[in-house]
């Protein structure tokens, strides 16, 4: 039986790694390049930068995650298999104190090691905390598709980049490294990693310009009804 000095270095640990995941994005689904959580020294120790190389090791006062494009970490050496015609992605969107909202972005570079992330796969998605405290819960996308027009073959590789911001423009930076491969060879979606927490909601960004190009107001109703069952339907799953 767990003795109760053992639970509560079990707690603190506990406690400890859900405060470092409610500060940053963590890939749930497929996973992702490695836990670029970590933060060392301060901003006055880096003359506030991002990033500082100290002569003994590089000090990052805020994480890795701000770093482009892989929010610091390397290529992986073990890929993961991710569906050729798309497949889900699930993250922890947790930020910092004082932000309500963020913005995700999905990207996708081509290659071992893509040089650039310029297929967007998904763009402008609103993901809404529960308050300006550092949110708690997972949210997922169950299929994004490929960016349109592009064709891939199963057995290539490829980097999925997902990027968040803040309302103030600062950016957090994952990705996963992953194989292309058929459906039945790739790990099942589930409601164990794959899944909405109610905490958190989401909208669909797009523009006006339906309604500055004279559409008549049934037009644009009509988008609203559709940009609000697809949100339906996600909140769902």
């Not at 901003?43 to 930068?49: E, R, S």
Request: charged letters at 10%.
């Amino acid at each position: 039986m767990p003795t109760r000095s053992s639970l509560s270095i079990c707690l603190l640990a506990i406690t400890t790694f859900l405060r470092a995941i409610q500060a940053h994005t963590v890939l749930t689904y497929p996973g992702w390049r490695g836990d670029n959580l970590h933060s060392n020294g301060t901003a006055d120790d880096t003359f506030g930068l991002a990033s500082y190389d100290a002569g003994n090791g590089t000090l990052h006062p805020f994480g890795m995650q701000w770093e482009y494009p892989c929010g610091g970490m390397p290529m992986s050496q073990n890929r993961t298999k991710w569906p050729v015609k798309g497949g889900a992605i699930a993250f922890q969107p947790g930020w910092f104190q004082g932000h309500s909202s963020a913005f995700m972005y999905f990207n996708l570079g081509l290659g071992n090691n893509p040089a650039n992330y310029s297929f967007v796969m998904q763009n402008g998605l609103n993901i809404v905390g529960p308050s300006k405290e550092p949110w708690p819960g997972t949210f997922c996308l169950p299929q994004i598709p490929l960016p349109a027009g592009l064709e891939v073959n199963v057995g290539d590789n490829a980097t999925i980049q997902i990027i968040e911001t803040a309302l103030h423009g600062a950016a957090l930076y994952n990705c996963v490294d992953i194989t292309f491969a058929e459906p039945d060879d790739v790990e099942e979606v589930t409601e164990q990693n794959c899944f909405n927490s109610s905490q958190i909601s989401s909208n669909l960004i797009f523009t006006t310009e339906a309604l500055a190009s004279g559409s008549s107001m049934s037009q644009v109703s009509l988008s609203a009804m559709i940009l609000t069952a697809v949100m339906a339907v996600i909140a769902l799953v």
